[in-house]
Antibody, heavy 119, light 114 residues
């Protein structure tokens, strides 16, 4: 079955960096675009970034553009999010999510998420 | 960005009764070339990630009970739970995927038992 397992979250000081990972299994990872979606404590969902199935294109929300970098290693079935210059506003649970159909950006599988606390 | 506005913020419904959640987009999410509405609905229970319920505004995801239905077109959409069950207590979100460079979600609607 499809599984997405995030890791790498934790408590980090403002201005520092953190790298999140999302290990995928149960499907052909290299066939799917992948996304990061975050949720601040007690708040709604905010899309963060996407990467095409082959890593050829990457897009970011304005709130993270220039600070976050999405990447993937299809040989390791792993998605990454490098987060730099973190601020309190980045405190959230970060979920990785799979787009249900290549190029159509709704999400059929989500990971449980990893909590990032900037403090 | 396309702004997604959900209403109400919360609602309490008796078991077996109908629950209706509205979602309005600031611009149309209907793609004229294929006549599809780029709108999805998710359910999120406490401590869990969101779960896909509906896509293309009205297509139920496999395994989703048929008491969940989606309707609407253009800018106005509705998620209906025809007969509320205890396990439906959750927060529900709409999401537009029309603007592929800036995906946006509604603010969420919390559904509780009256």
């Amino acid at each position: 079955q499809v599984q997405l397992v995030e890791s790498g979250g934790g408590v980090v000081q403002p201005g520092r960096s953190l790298r999140l990972s999302c290990a995928a299994s149960g499907f052909t990872f290299s066939n799917y675009g992948m996304h990061w979606v975050r949720q601040a404590p007690g708040k709604g969902l905010e899309w963060v970034s996407l990467i095409r199935y082959d890593g050829s294109n990457k897009y970011y929300a304005d709130s993270v553009k220039g600070r976050f970098t999405i990447s993937r290693d299809n040989s390791k079935n792993t998605l990454y999010l490098q987060m730099n210059s973190l601020s309190a506003e980045d405190t959230a649970v970060y979920h990785c999510a799979r787009e249900a159909v290549a190029g159509i950006y709704y999400f059929d599988y989500w990971g449980q998420g990893t909590l990032v606390t900037v403090s | 960005d396309i702004v997604m506005t959900q209403s109400p913020d919360s609602l309490a419904v008796s078991l077996g009764e109908r629950a209706t959640i509205n979602c309005k987009s600031s611009q149309s999410v209907l793609y004229s070339s294929n006549n599809k509405n780029y709108l999805a609905w998710y359910q999120q229970k406490p401590g869990q990630p969101p779960k896909l319920l509906i896509y293309w505004a009205s297509t139920r995801e496999s395994g989703v009970p048929d008491r969940f239905s989606g309707s609407g077109s253009g800018t106005d959409f509705t998620l209906t739970i025809s007969s509320l069950q205890a396990e439906d207590v959750a927060v529900y979100y709409c999401q537009q995927y029309y603007n592929t460079l800036s995906l946006t979600f509604g603010g969420g609607t919390k559904v509780e038992i009256k």
